[in-house]
Structure formats: C-alpha cells, structure tokens
C-alpha cells in the first residue's frame, strides 16, 4: 500500500499569500498517477490538477502542481477568498491500490 | 456537459441491505470508469473500487472487498453501490466520479489518466 503524507494538516493564511502543499509518498510513484483535490464544506470534491501537473479544465493558473516520485506539492500563487478549502492529492496508479492523502485544510486568519 | 447524478438520502437500519446509484448523462457512459469513494463525517476521502461500464471490469480496495458490491447497467447509463448488511460503520457520504483509464498490465490496479473529473453530488447514508 503507498501512503500519502500530507503537512501540514492546517494552515492559516490571508488573501493574496502565496502557499505551497506537501504530499510525500512512502515510496516511489510515477508523476502521472499523482493528482490533487480541492473539497469545500458540504461540496464534492473537485479536480485541480492530475498528471502532477496539468491543470484540470477550468482550474486558473494560479493553481500549479509539481514534483517527483516520492514528493509532491500544490502552489497556489495568490491566494483568493475561494481557495480556502481541503485539498487532498491521490495516488491512481497500477503499482498499488489507490489512496487519498489526509487533507490540508486552509483557512483564512 | 458531462454530469453524474446520484441517488438521495438513505437512513437504514443494521443488516438491511441498499443499493445507491449513480446515473451518468452528457457523454459516452462506457468510455469512462466510475470510481466509488466514502467520506465517513468528518474524515478523510477513501477509495472503494471502480468499476468500467464498458467490459464491468471491477476492482476493490482491499478494505472493501467483500464488504460492497459495486456493478453497473449500461443501458440505464448508471453505476450502483450495494450492501446486503449493511453495519452502523456504513455511515458515510458516497460519492461517484468519472476517470478516463485502463488496465496498463493483467492484475495490476487501472490506472486514472487524468484523474477523477467529473464527481455526483454524494450520497449521504446512516444506519443506526
């Protein structure tokens, strides 16, 4: 089973700040397999990115994915009221089953 | 544009059994995979299988396996989740989501190409 680490778990930020997410996976995995999910309260889960980095249809170039096989981020270059939310990357690979990291959740200070 | 519709609310008693759907309309049903995935109050997002409406090509999470039933009718267009007994630790939102994606090799997991892009509203169950 590959594990996916999110930090941190909570992060308090204003508008504007720019902020990077950490998804480390416990062991190699391809880039491709690797994608990112933005949850609001009471909302499903929507695709930002997949593929590590390609941005899903409709997801502004604010949003940016990176990384390689045991580490991965979200950047989100300017933050905007409507950004504050969970995000969770996943691992759809065939190495293994598919996981969800725990989320980090960020909330506006 | 593509959209997935779930089925509503569900409360249930311990050992009944229920099915809950997931109907697809705005683009090929059989040409994309539909994954189940729970979301128990509160917590983390967890995969429960996925099932490919073309060929009902299926695998589990290995937690799930034999815990759920996950099938699909291609001329309804729609995916179905089922429990014969259900238990209070069934008590979750699940929702389904599309993927484009494939088998790369014999017994190894399918893989998302592009990630799950379409998602249902959820489906919130409780059984107590």
């Known amino acids: 089973e590959i594990v996916l680490t999110q930090s941190p778990g909570t992060l308090s930020l204003t508008p504007g700040q720019r902020v990077t997410l950490s998804c480390r996976a416990s062991q190699s995995v391809s880039v491709a397999h690797l994608a990112w999910y933005q949850q609001k309260p009471g909302q499903a889960p929507r695709l930002i990115i997949y593929g590590g980095t390609s941005r899903a249809t409709g997801i502004p170039d604010r949003f940016s994915g990176s990384g390689s096989e045991t580490d991965f981020a979200l950047s989100i270059s300017r933050l905007e009221p409507e950004d504050f939310a969970v995000y969770y990357c996943?691992?759809?690979?065939?190495?293994?089953?598919?996981?969800f990291g725990r989320g980090t959740k960020l909330e506006i200070k | 544009e593509a959209q997935l519709a779930q089925s509503g609310p569900e409360v249930k008693k311990p050992g009944e059994s229920l099915k809950i759907s997931c109907q697809a309309s705005?683009?090929?049903?059989?040409?994309?995979?539909i994954a189940w995935v729970r979301q128990m109050p509160g917590k983390d997002l967890e995969w429960i299988g996925i099932i490919s409406p073309g060929d009902s090509d299926i695998t589990y999470s290995p937690p799930f396996q034999g815990q759920v039933i996950v099938s699909a009718d291609r001329s309804l267009n729609t995916a179905y989740l089922h429990w014969n007994s259900l238990k209070e630790s069934d008590s979750a939102i699940y929702y389904c989501?599309?993927?484009?994606?494939?088998?790369?090799?014999?017994?190894?997991?399918?893989?998302?190409?592009?990630?799950?892009?379409?998602w249902g509203q959820g489906t919130t169950v409780t059984v107590s």
């Open positions: 996943q691992y759809c690979g065939s190495l293994a089953p598919w996981t």
């Open positions: 989501a599309r993927f484009r994606g494939g088998r790369v090799a014999s017994g190894t997991y399918p893989v998302a190409f592009y990630g799950l892009d379409v």
């Open positions: 705005g683009y090929g049903f059989t040409n994309y995979w």
